[in-house]
C-alpha cells in the first residue's frame, strides 16, 4: 500500500508539474486566454472592472496593451498613464501578454523545481519501501528456518 501511494504521488507531482509549465512559459495555452482577456479589458475600459484590472495589470507588472501599446491605437482607444513610466513618461513597449507569461515563467519554475525534488523525494520512497518489504521477508524466512 505505501509502495503505491508513493507510486500514485510520483505520478501526480510529475503530472501536476507538467500542467503548471504548460500554462506558464513563453508560447503555453495561457498566452493566448490573456491576450484574449487584455483586449477584452482594453475594448470595455469605459467600465469600473475593466478599468481597475487594466490599471492593477498595466501598474504593476510595467506593461502596455495585449501586445504593445499599438493595441490601444488599433482599438482607438487613449493610451492611459498606467501604460507610461512614471520617471521618463515614455510608454512601455512590451505587451502584457510578454509580461505577464515572463512574470508567471519566473515564479512558478521554483514551483515545478520543489514538485520534481518531491517526487525523487517519492521514487526513494518507494525504492526503499521495497527494499524494506524484501529485508523484512528475508528476516522471516530465515527466522522460520531455525
Given amino acids: 500500500m ?22 506558464s512559459t513563453m508560447n503555453s495555452s495561457i498566452q493566448p486566454l490573456i491576450r484574449q482577456t487584455m483586449l477584452r479589458f482594453i475594448v470595455t475600459s469605459e467600465h469600473p472592472h475593466s478599468s481597475a484590472a487594466l490599471k492593477l495589470i498595466q501598474e504593476s507588472i510595467g ?5 504593445g501599446p499599438n493595441d490601444y491605437m488599433v482599438m482607438r482607444q487613449p493610451l492611459p498613464l498606467e501604460c507610461r513610466d512614471t520617471v521618463t ?9 510578454n509580461e505577464l507569461t515572463w512574470f508567471l515563467e519566473d515564479k512558478s519554475i521554483w514551483a ?10 517519492h521514487t526513494c520512497n518507494a525504492v526503499l519501501g521495497i527494499v524494506l518489504v524484501q529485508a523484512l521477508r528475508r528476516e522471516e524466512e530465515a527466522m522460520n528456518r531455525r
Fill in 63 to 67: 506593461c502596455c496593451g495585449a501586445d
Fill in 89 to 97: 513618461g515614455n510608454a512601455f513597449f512590451n505587451g502584457c501578454v
Fill in 112 to 121: 515545478a523545481i520543489m514538485a520534481m525534488i518531491l517526487a525523487a523525494v
Fill in 2 to 23: 505505501f509502495i503505491g501511494t508513493q507510486v500514485f504521488l510520483f505520478v501526480l507531482t510529475v503530472i501536476g508539474s507538467a500542467i503548471l509549465l504548460d500554462y
